[in-house]
Every structure is written in structure tokens, then in C-alpha cells.
């Protein structure tokens, strides 16, 4: 065997104008790759927010409705209707024959209800905030309804989201 296969070609090696031309080309490709991790990371928050303020709205206005549905009548003279933030009182007799009452409100941002005097629980979650509430009454000589407009808004950042829930629900009893 001879030494030719060990030899080592003494090629010249990399010029300051070629390592320049890739440094360029790395930062370009490493610029486009966190911008896309940034725009990844706002798009998931922005769904987080959407999300949480959809899960939020839907659990407290299949609560209010189904109260409502198991209600006798709207207390006209408790309630603060077509305005916003409303306040929905509602009566009726539970399973065991016992009157009670159910208010609907909107305190520190959030969905309250309560029943009987008994501190107010909230519907909401805080991570969103409501800043539309209106109850509105319908009534005809053979029922009785409440149509239901919830408006949530909550932010991720610089951005801001805004849901809007509508229900309508006939009282027990009215029809």
C-alpha cells in the first residue's frame, strides 16, 4: 500500500467574506424562527382567553335559564330590568314545597346569584369580566319568559376579547 491515501489535500479554507454570508443567513432563518415562536405564543393566549371567557358565559347562563325555567314568576318589584347591569329576582317552591327566591346580579365583575339572603355566589370566573347584563321580561296572556344578554370581556395582553350570550327561557307554571 502507499502513502497516497493518507495524504491531505491542502485545500484553502473557509474566506472572511464566505463566514460572513452564513452568519447573515443563520440570523435570518433564527430571526424568522422566533418570530414564529412569539406569534405561537400570542395565538395560544388569545385562545386561552377566548376559551375561558366561553366556558365562563355558557355555565352561567345554562344556570341562570335553568333557574329561571324552574321558576313560578319574575318579583317585578326586586328585579332592575332593561337596563344594564340588571338584576333578575325570581320565585317559585322548591321539591319540598318551600318558597324561595333567586336573584341575579352583577357584583365585582362577576355573575352573582343568590338564594334566600344567603351570600351571593359568583357564576363567573374571574378571569374574565362582565360589562353587559340585561334581564327582559316577556310576558303574553298565557306565559311568562325572561330573555337573558350577557357580555364578557376579558384580555391577553394588548388584546382585548369580547363574547356575547343570549337566552330565553319560559317560567314554570306560566304556560
Do not use: C
Not at 474566506?15 to 418570530?35: P, R, S
Not at 314545597?97 to 355566589?121: C, G, M, R, T, W
Amino acid at each position: 500500500m502507499s502513502a497516497t491515501f493518507f495524504k491531505i489535500n491542502n485545500k484553502r479554507g473557509i474566506t472572511l467574506i464566505e463566514t460572513i454570508l452564513y452568519m447573515v443567513i443563520l440570523t435570518f432563518f433564527m430571526g424568522i424562527i422566533v418570530q414564529m415562536l412569539v406569534s405561537i405564543g400570542t395565538i395560544y393566549k388569545e385562545i386561552k382567553v377566548t376559551r375561558e371567557l366561553e366556558s365562563s358565559g355558557t355555565i352561567a347562563m345554562e344556570r341562570m335559564l335553568k333557574e329561571i325555567r324552574n321558576a313560578s314568576r319574575v318579583t317585578t318589584d326586586e328585579s332592575i330590568l332593561e337596563t344594564s347591569p340588571g338584576k333578575l329576582t325570581v320565585s317559585g317552591v322548591d321539591e319540598n314545597s318551600e318558597p324561595y327566591k333567586i336573584s341575579f346580579e352583577v357584583l365585582d365583575n362577576a355573575v352573582q346569584i343568590s338564594k334566600n339572603i344567603e351570600a351571593p355566589v359568583a357564576l363567573t370566573s374571574s378571569s374574565g369580566a362582565v360589562s353587559y347584563l340585561t334581564f327582559h321580561r316577556v310576558t303574553n296572556d298565557n306565559s311568562e319568559g325572561v330573555r337573558i344578554v350577557l357580555e364578557m370581556s376579558g384580555s391577553s395582553g394588548a388584546n382585548q376579547k369580547t363574547e356575547i350570550f343570549y337566552g330565553f327561557a319560559v317560567l314554570r307554571g306560566s304556560y
